[in-house]
Protein backbone atom coordinates (compact mmCIF):
# COMPACT_ATOMS: atom_id res chain seq x y z
CA UNK A 1 0.00 0.00 0.00
CA UNK A 2 1.38 3.67 -1.02
CA UNK A 3 2.19 5.67 1.77
CA UNK A 4 0.60 9.32 1.50
CA UNK A 5 2.20 12.19 0.27
CA UNK A 6 3.57 13.99 2.92
CA UNK A 7 2.82 17.93 2.69
CA UNK A 8 4.63 20.88 4.45
CA UNK A 9 2.94 24.48 4.85
CA UNK A 10 5.30 27.23 5.04
CA UNK A 11 2.99 29.75 6.02
CA UNK A 12 0.09 29.11 8.44
CA UNK A 13 -2.70 31.83 7.39
CA UNK A 14 -6.43 31.61 5.94
CA UNK A 15 -5.16 30.46 2.82
CA UNK A 16 -3.14 27.41 4.23
CA UNK A 17 -5.92 26.48 6.26
CA UNK A 18 -8.28 26.32 2.72
CA UNK A 19 -6.01 24.40 1.32
CA UNK A 20 -5.66 22.13 4.03
CA UNK A 21 -9.62 21.73 4.18
CA UNK A 22 -8.89 21.30 0.20
CA UNK A 23 -6.26 18.15 0.88
CA UNK A 24 -8.68 16.48 3.67
CA UNK A 25 -10.67 15.25 0.46
CA UNK A 26 -8.21 12.59 -0.29
CA UNK A 27 -6.21 9.98 1.29
CA UNK A 28 -3.01 10.55 -0.67
CA UNK A 29 -1.89 13.01 1.26
CA UNK A 30 -1.18 14.06 4.49
CA UNK A 31 -0.06 17.24 6.43
CA UNK A 32 3.37 16.29 8.55
CA UNK A 33 4.56 19.86 9.30
CA UNK A 34 4.46 23.74 9.17
CA UNK A 35 6.29 27.11 9.70
CA UNK A 36 5.29 30.15 9.83
CA UNK A 37 6.81 33.28 11.85
CA UNK A 38 3.82 34.04 13.87
CA UNK A 39 4.81 30.89 16.19
CA UNK A 40 1.46 31.21 17.81
CA UNK A 41 -0.70 30.81 14.93
CA UNK A 42 2.00 27.76 13.69
CA UNK A 43 1.17 25.88 16.83
CA UNK A 44 -2.56 26.10 16.01
CA UNK A 45 -2.26 25.51 12.58
CA UNK A 46 -0.26 21.99 13.47
CA UNK A 47 -2.44 20.89 16.13
CA UNK A 48 -5.66 21.22 13.95
CA UNK A 49 -4.00 18.87 11.27
CA UNK A 50 -1.63 16.45 13.84
CA UNK A 51 1.57 17.86 12.25
CA UNK A 52 4.66 18.99 13.48
CA UNK A 53 5.31 23.23 14.25
CA UNK A 54 8.99 23.47 13.00
CA UNK A 55 11.54 26.41 13.47
CA UNK A 56 12.93 26.67 10.34
CA UNK A 57 11.58 26.06 6.45
CA UNK A 58 14.22 23.99 6.06
CA UNK A 59 12.85 21.75 8.33
CA UNK A 60 9.51 21.71 6.67
CA UNK A 61 11.06 20.71 3.44
CA UNK A 62 13.37 18.49 4.70
CA UNK A 63 10.35 16.29 5.98
CA UNK A 64 8.08 16.85 3.00
CA UNK A 65 7.98 15.33 -0.42
CA UNK A 66 5.25 18.81 -1.54
CA UNK A 67 5.67 21.88 -0.02
CA UNK A 68 2.77 24.79 -0.07
CA UNK A 69 3.95 28.06 -0.16
CA UNK A 70 1.31 30.39 1.93
CA UNK A 71 3.44 33.19 2.93
CA UNK A 72 3.64 36.77 2.11
CA UNK A 73 4.20 36.92 -1.44
CA UNK A 74 7.49 38.97 -1.85
CA UNK A 75 8.83 35.95 -0.04
CA UNK A 76 7.41 33.39 -2.18
CA UNK A 77 10.63 33.21 -4.59
CA UNK A 78 13.09 32.99 -2.24
CA UNK A 79 10.98 29.84 -0.34
CA UNK A 80 10.04 28.35 -3.75
CA UNK A 81 13.76 28.08 -4.66
CA UNK A 82 14.41 26.19 -1.29
CA UNK A 83 11.59 23.66 -1.67
CA UNK A 84 12.52 23.15 -5.63
CA UNK A 85 16.59 23.02 -4.81
CA UNK A 86 15.27 20.11 -2.33
CA UNK A 87 13.63 18.38 -5.18
CA UNK A 88 10.40 18.70 -3.54
CA UNK A 89 6.80 19.26 -5.18
CA UNK A 90 5.77 23.02 -4.84
CA UNK A 91 2.22 24.52 -4.79
CA UNK A 92 2.37 28.62 -4.59
CA UNK A 93 -0.07 30.77 -3.87
CA UNK A 94 -0.61 33.21 -5.98
CA UNK A 95 0.45 36.15 -7.04
CA UNK A 96 3.54 34.42 -7.82
CA UNK A 97 5.91 37.54 -6.81
CA UNK A 98 6.03 41.32 -6.77
CA UNK A 99 7.31 41.70 -10.27
CA UNK A 100 7.42 40.07 -13.82
CA UNK A 101 11.00 39.83 -13.46
CA UNK A 102 10.79 37.74 -10.45
CA UNK A 103 7.81 35.23 -12.06
CA UNK A 104 10.06 34.67 -14.89
CA UNK A 105 13.04 33.81 -12.64
CA UNK A 106 10.95 31.46 -10.32
CA UNK A 107 9.64 29.41 -13.97
CA UNK A 108 13.23 28.87 -14.72
CA UNK A 109 13.74 27.80 -11.31
CA UNK A 110 11.34 24.92 -11.30
CA UNK A 111 12.18 24.25 -14.84
CA UNK A 112 15.73 23.40 -14.09
CA UNK A 113 15.18 21.25 -11.54
CA UNK A 114 12.20 19.46 -13.18
CA UNK A 115 9.89 19.83 -9.83
CA UNK A 116 6.07 19.58 -10.45
CA UNK A 117 4.67 22.92 -9.31
CA UNK A 118 1.28 24.40 -9.23
CA UNK A 119 0.13 27.85 -8.70
CA UNK A 120 -2.92 29.23 -6.64
CA UNK A 121 -5.04 30.27 -9.35
CA UNK A 122 -8.07 28.49 -8.34
CA UNK A 123 -10.96 29.95 -10.61
CA UNK A 124 -9.62 27.96 -13.16
CA UNK A 125 -11.51 25.40 -11.21
CA UNK A 126 -14.70 27.15 -11.09
CA UNK A 127 -17.65 25.30 -12.62
CA UNK A 128 -19.20 28.97 -13.41
CA UNK A 129 -15.73 30.41 -15.46
CA UNK A 130 -15.43 26.62 -17.05
CA UNK A 131 -18.92 26.78 -18.14
CA UNK A 132 -18.55 29.71 -20.53
CA UNK A 133 -15.03 29.59 -21.35
CA UNK A 134 -15.58 26.36 -22.61
CA UNK A 135 -19.07 26.66 -24.28
CA UNK A 136 -17.72 29.72 -25.76
CA UNK A 137 -15.11 28.03 -27.61
CA UNK A 138 -17.20 24.69 -28.01
CA UNK A 139 -20.50 25.44 -28.89
CA UNK A 140 -21.72 27.67 -32.23
CA UNK A 141 -21.54 31.46 -30.55
CA UNK A 142 -19.34 33.40 -32.92
CA UNK A 143 -16.52 35.34 -31.83
CA UNK A 144 -16.31 36.46 -28.62
CA UNK A 145 -16.51 40.04 -28.75
CA UNK A 146 -16.41 41.59 -24.90
CA UNK A 147 -15.72 40.98 -21.24
CA UNK A 148 -17.32 43.46 -18.74
CA UNK A 149 -15.43 42.32 -15.54
CA UNK A 150 -16.35 44.14 -12.00
CA UNK A 151 -14.71 42.65 -8.91
CA UNK A 152 -14.87 44.22 -5.72
CA UNK A 153 -13.79 42.77 -1.80
CA UNK A 154 -13.49 44.35 1.32
CA UNK A 155 -9.13 45.33 1.82
CA UNK A 156 -8.33 42.59 2.90
CA UNK A 157 -5.94 43.76 5.99
CA UNK A 158 -8.91 43.49 8.43
CA UNK A 159 -11.81 41.24 8.90
CA UNK A 160 -11.59 37.49 8.05
CA UNK A 161 -8.60 37.79 6.14
CA UNK A 162 -6.54 39.96 9.15
CA UNK A 163 -3.10 40.30 6.20
CA UNK A 164 -1.95 43.00 7.42
CA UNK A 165 0.63 42.39 5.30
CA UNK A 166 -0.92 43.39 2.05
CA UNK A 167 -0.62 47.40 3.31
CA UNK A 168 2.74 47.16 3.09
CA UNK A 169 4.33 47.44 -0.45
CA UNK A 170 7.35 45.72 0.52
CA UNK A 171 5.53 42.76 1.53
CA UNK A 172 2.79 42.65 -0.92
CA UNK A 173 4.17 44.67 -4.13
CA UNK A 174 1.38 46.57 -4.74
CA UNK A 175 -2.53 46.53 -4.04
CA UNK A 176 -6.02 45.42 -5.77
CA UNK A 177 -4.57 44.37 -8.92
CA UNK A 178 -1.76 42.27 -8.33
CA UNK A 179 -3.19 40.65 -4.84
CA UNK A 180 -6.27 40.41 -5.81
CA UNK A 181 -7.45 40.59 -9.63
CA UNK A 182 -4.24 38.48 -10.71
CA UNK A 183 -6.80 35.77 -10.91
CA UNK A 184 -8.85 38.30 -13.18
CA UNK A 185 -6.10 38.93 -15.71
CA UNK A 186 -5.96 35.19 -15.54
CA UNK A 187 -9.15 34.54 -16.33
CA UNK A 188 -9.90 37.47 -18.68
CA UNK A 189 -6.76 35.92 -20.88
CA UNK A 190 -8.19 32.68 -20.41
CA UNK A 191 -11.19 33.19 -21.86
CA UNK A 192 -10.46 36.16 -24.52
CA UNK A 193 -6.94 35.09 -25.49
CA UNK A 194 -3.72 37.06 -25.99
CA UNK A 195 -3.93 40.64 -25.25
CA UNK A 196 -2.48 43.37 -27.45
CA UNK A 197 -2.76 46.12 -25.58
CA UNK A 198 -3.41 47.38 -21.82
CA UNK A 199 -4.66 51.12 -20.58
CA UNK A 200 -5.21 51.24 -17.08
CA UNK A 201 -6.05 53.78 -13.79
CA UNK A 202 -5.54 52.88 -10.68
CA UNK A 203 -6.16 55.09 -7.29
CA UNK A 204 -5.51 55.13 -3.34
CA UNK A 205 -8.08 55.75 -1.15
CA UNK A 206 -7.02 54.44 1.76
CA UNK A 207 -3.77 55.75 1.92
CA UNK A 208 -1.44 52.86 2.56
CA UNK A 209 1.17 53.87 0.52
CA UNK A 210 1.86 52.11 -2.77
CA UNK A 211 -1.25 50.18 -2.18
CA UNK A 212 -3.48 51.04 -5.11
CA UNK A 213 -7.26 50.08 -3.64
CA UNK A 214 -8.85 51.00 -7.01
CA UNK A 215 -8.15 49.62 -10.56
CA UNK A 216 -9.84 50.07 -13.73
CA UNK A 217 -8.33 48.03 -16.73
CA UNK A 218 -8.72 48.12 -20.43
CA UNK A 219 -7.41 45.25 -22.44
CA UNK A 220 -7.64 44.73 -26.05
CA UNK A 221 -7.28 41.45 -28.00
CA UNK A 222 -6.02 40.90 -31.35
CA UNK A 223 -9.20 39.94 -33.02
CA UNK A 224 -10.66 43.17 -31.96
CA UNK A 225 -11.79 41.58 -28.72
CA UNK A 226 -12.48 44.09 -25.47
CA UNK A 227 -12.37 43.51 -21.51
CA UNK A 228 -12.80 46.06 -18.93
CA UNK A 229 -11.73 44.80 -15.41
CA UNK A 230 -12.65 46.99 -12.39
CA UNK A 231 -11.31 46.24 -9.16
CA UNK A 232 -12.09 47.76 -5.86
CA UNK A 233 -10.93 47.19 -1.81
CA UNK A 234 -13.80 48.69 -0.09
CA UNK A 235 -14.64 48.59 3.26
CA UNK A 236 -17.83 46.99 3.46
CA UNK A 237 -16.85 44.07 5.65
CA UNK A 238 -20.60 42.76 5.71
CA UNK A 239 -20.07 42.69 1.79
CA UNK A 240 -18.41 38.80 0.96
CA UNK A 241 -15.88 39.23 -1.84
CA UNK A 242 -17.82 39.28 -5.33
CA UNK A 243 -17.54 39.15 -9.09
CA UNK A 244 -19.52 39.82 -11.17
CA UNK A 245 -18.72 39.29 -15.49
CA UNK A 246 -20.94 39.60 -18.46
CA UNK A 247 -19.22 37.98 -21.55
CA UNK A 248 -20.72 39.17 -25.00
CA UNK A 249 -20.34 37.22 -28.26
CA UNK A 250 -21.86 37.52 -31.49
CA UNK A 251 -24.41 35.02 -30.80
CA UNK A 252 -24.61 34.62 -27.14
CA UNK A 253 -24.44 36.41 -23.51
CA UNK A 254 -23.20 35.11 -20.52
CA UNK A 255 -23.60 36.69 -16.92
CA UNK A 256 -21.86 35.26 -13.98
CA UNK A 257 -23.07 36.41 -10.59
CA UNK A 258 -21.49 33.78 -8.51
CA UNK A 259 -17.98 33.17 -9.35
CA UNK A 260 -17.75 29.76 -8.64
CA UNK A 261 -21.49 27.90 -8.21
CA UNK A 262 -23.45 30.66 -10.27
CA UNK A 263 -26.23 31.24 -10.84
CA UNK A 264 -24.89 31.46 -14.57
CA UNK A 265 -27.59 33.11 -17.08
CA UNK A 266 -27.28 32.72 -20.36
CA UNK A 267 -28.51 33.59 -24.11
CA UNK A 268 -27.63 31.40 -26.73
CA UNK A 269 -29.04 32.15 -30.46
CA UNK A 270 -32.13 32.96 -28.27
CA UNK A 271 -32.28 30.06 -25.79
CA UNK A 272 -31.91 31.14 -22.23
CA UNK A 273 -31.47 29.67 -19.14
CA UNK A 274 -29.54 29.64 -15.95
CA UNK A 275 -27.10 27.27 -14.73
CA UNK A 276 -25.92 26.47 -11.19
CA UNK A 277 -24.88 24.59 -8.03
CA UNK A 278 -24.69 21.10 -8.65
CA UNK A 279 -25.78 21.38 -12.40
CA UNK A 280 -23.52 24.03 -13.45
CA UNK A 281 -20.30 21.49 -11.91
CA UNK A 282 -21.77 18.49 -14.12
CA UNK A 283 -21.97 20.67 -17.42
CA UNK A 284 -18.48 22.44 -16.80
CA UNK A 285 -17.19 18.79 -15.91
CA UNK A 286 -19.15 16.85 -19.34
CA UNK A 287 -17.03 20.02 -20.92
CA UNK A 288 -13.53 19.98 -20.03
CA UNK A 289 -13.37 17.17 -17.81
CA UNK A 290 -11.21 19.03 -14.75
CA UNK A 291 -12.97 18.51 -10.93
CA UNK A 292 -13.44 21.30 -8.49
CA UNK A 293 -10.17 20.52 -5.92
CA UNK A 294 -7.23 22.35 -7.02
CA UNK A 295 -5.42 20.87 -3.92
CA UNK A 296 -6.57 16.74 -5.10
CA UNK A 297 -5.81 17.20 -8.36
CA UNK A 298 -2.07 18.55 -7.28
CA UNK A 299 -1.64 15.56 -4.82
CA UNK A 300 -2.78 13.37 -8.18
CA UNK A 301 0.03 14.96 -10.14
CA UNK A 302 2.54 14.88 -7.53
CA UNK A 303 1.65 10.84 -7.07
CA UNK A 304 1.18 10.11 -10.58
CA UNK A 305 4.66 12.12 -11.79
CA UNK A 306 2.86 14.11 -14.20
CA UNK A 307 2.42 18.12 -14.53
CA UNK A 308 0.17 19.76 -12.44
CA UNK A 309 -2.30 22.46 -13.71
CA UNK A 310 -2.09 24.95 -13.54
CA UNK A 311 1.88 25.58 -13.29
CA UNK A 312 3.98 28.29 -12.37
CA UNK A 313 3.91 28.94 -16.85
CA UNK A 314 0.61 29.12 -16.86
CA UNK A 315 0.35 32.51 -14.38
CA UNK A 316 2.95 34.35 -16.74
CA UNK A 317 0.48 35.69 -18.50
CA UNK A 318 -1.61 37.02 -16.15
CA UNK A 319 1.70 38.90 -14.62
CA UNK A 320 2.48 40.24 -17.93
CA UNK A 321 -0.75 41.59 -18.28
CA UNK A 322 -0.70 42.52 -14.62
CA UNK A 323 2.76 44.37 -15.02
CA UNK A 324 1.62 46.34 -18.19
CA UNK A 325 -1.36 47.84 -16.55
CA UNK A 326 0.96 49.11 -13.16
CA UNK A 327 3.25 50.39 -15.95
CA UNK A 328 -0.03 52.01 -17.92
CA UNK A 329 -1.08 53.33 -14.43
CA UNK A 330 2.23 55.32 -13.82
CA UNK A 331 1.82 56.81 -17.48
CA UNK A 332 -1.50 58.30 -17.02
CA UNK A 333 -2.81 55.56 -18.71
CA UNK A 334 -0.92 55.58 -21.84
CA UNK A 335 -1.76 52.36 -24.20
CA UNK A 336 0.89 49.67 -23.38
CA UNK A 337 2.03 46.63 -25.23
CA UNK A 338 2.40 43.82 -22.00
CA UNK A 339 6.48 42.39 -22.91
CA UNK A 340 7.11 39.43 -24.19
CA UNK A 341 9.26 36.56 -22.19
Known amino acids: MRKPLRIGFLGTGLIAENHARGLSATDDATIVACYDIDAERCERFAANHDAAAMDTPEAVIASSDAIYVCAWTAAHPELVAA ?32 V ?40 PIQGMYG ?32 VSSVAARTANFHGHPGIEDQAHVRLDGFDGATASLISIWHDLLDRPSQRRVEVFC ?14 VNYDIAGEQGSLEGVALAEAATDLDGRGQNADVDFVRAVVAD ?3 YPDFSVALEAHRLCDAAYQSAAEQGRSTRPSAR
Open 306 to 308: RPA
Open 116 to 155: INQVGLVLRRSPAFRWVTETTRTQDVGRLMSIVFRDDQYI
Open 250 to 263: EGAYFHIEGDWSGP
Open 163 to 194: STWRADAAKAGAGTLIEHSIHDLDLITWMMGP
Open 83 to 114: AADAGRAVFCEKPLAVDLTTVEQMINTVDRVG
